[in-house]
């Protein structure tokens, strides 16, 4: 290891610093969009087995420019505060660029859930909630957490439940949390979203075939190849879907036993089914074990997707990394250090705050769920497949041909809920892209995709502010 490495907070101060000195914003302002706004951190105890365990927490707003924020709770045992204040800066960002309209937050309980029975965690989880309903740091119009690394569904159906205890009467209180349980007030396509966004990113990347010229790149995903570190819900769905919707190949997968790959296509669904069983990935039919877990950098491929923790590329790795395009599905992968590296070398980096926005996305649709108190689809979708289904017939009666049953399944089906979560999510990564392009073009002096997505999260934050009068 050379020089100290620049923490996660660090980086994505530089990386606002770098976009920040792009635009004509007052400094003031400037300053304001970057500080963390109310950082809670707090002690509680447990009692695990016999004993009580002083548990280490935090929640930090970073932005309140929109209400109510937003952001996940990671039980993991590296949180700190810098690294929350981090994250919860970036889930300002992220929401700007996809026009979800909730400023930035985060949550941090520093265990590692992988050291307690399922009892345990939930008296960690509920304890977390008492503190944040104590000090107004959760609910539908203040704060709305989500899962994040180390928790799900399950932990979001505790602080639901742990949340209506202490709040009887309120009548949209499923809204304090997303990330539920389907049957709990969730929505339906929220666990694979963040994974269904990197594929809709990574897909928007290569569509555009004049862009693709210039770097020298054959356009489209078909045929590409990927490698994965981290199997947890992100990187497997970006696996599942990018293989199944985008013919992607995926040619190694790193996880902590180890770092498999192939020279053909490894199928995530089998391989999550063979760890499952084995308990590791290692050893998969067709697979080959790299002997150094860290030279997953290594992998010659077109695809790297960190799919894992930050700074897992950093300024000593940076320059084994052979990939044209790193996809960030986990949020900070890259340095700021490793990213003046990868980009020197012509890597394309794209960025978390776009690329692993579909969560939040999701996590949106599932909020404006809960306060409309009603299942999207509900009310159009059996008079759609009507009017379809008595417009196939006029067609069949004029033409005197028959549309097959088949056919006419897919025509005249309405939409459900997940279908128009799906069509959601995917217009708002395919919109934010197009955004983002559209300033890299626009402005001649930003040089990769990270600025460009800073200054169009930039552009709206500040708007906000200005509209609320603070700076006018
Ligand atoms: N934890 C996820 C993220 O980092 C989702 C946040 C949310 O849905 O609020 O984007």
Known sequence: MGSKQASFYESVQRNFDK????????????????????????????????????????????????????????????????????????????????????????????????????????????????????????????????????TGPREMAWILDTYMTFNPREIDAAGCVTGKPVNQNGIRGRTEATGRGVFYAVREFFSYKEDMKKLGIEPGLEGKTMVIQGLGNVGSYTGTISQKEGGVRVIGVSEIEGTIVSDTNIDIEKLLRYRKQKGTILGFPGTKTLKDRKDWVKIEC???????????????????????????????????????????????????MYCNAGGVTVSYFEWLKNLSHMRFGRMEKRFNQNSRTMLLDKIETMTGKTITKRDRSIIAKGADEVDLVRSGLEETMVTAYANIREISKRKRSVKDMRTAAFLSALEKVANDYMTLGVFP
């Open 302 to 352: 077109d695809i790297l997707v960190p799919a894992a923790l930050e700074s897992q590329l950093h300024k000593d790795n940076a320059k084994f990394v052979k990939a044209r395009v790193i996809a960030e599905a986990a949020n900070g992968p890259v340095t700021a250090d490793a990213e003046a590296i990868l980009l020197k070398k012509g890597c394309i980096i794209i960025p978390d």
């Open 19 to 150: 976009a920040a000195a792009l635009t004509n914003l007052p400094k003031g302002l400037l300053a304001q969009i970057r500080a963390c706004n109310s950082v809670y951190q707090m002690r509680f105890p447990v009692k695990i087995g016999n004993k009580y365990e002083v548990i280490e927490a935090y929640r930090v707003q970073h932005s309140h420019h929109r209400s109510p924020t937003k952001g996940g709770i990671r039980f993991s045992s590296h949180v700190n505060q810098e690294e929350v204040m981090a994250l919860a800066s970036l889930m300002t960002y992220k929401c700007a660029i996809v026009d979800v309209p909730f400023g930035g937050a985060k949550g941090g309980v520093k265990v590692s859930p992988r050291g307690y029975s399922p009892e345990e965690l939930e008296r960690i989880t509920r304890r977390y909630t008492v503190e944040l309903i104590r000090k107004n740091f959760i609910g539908p119009s203040v704060d709305v957490p989500a899962p994040d690394y180390g």
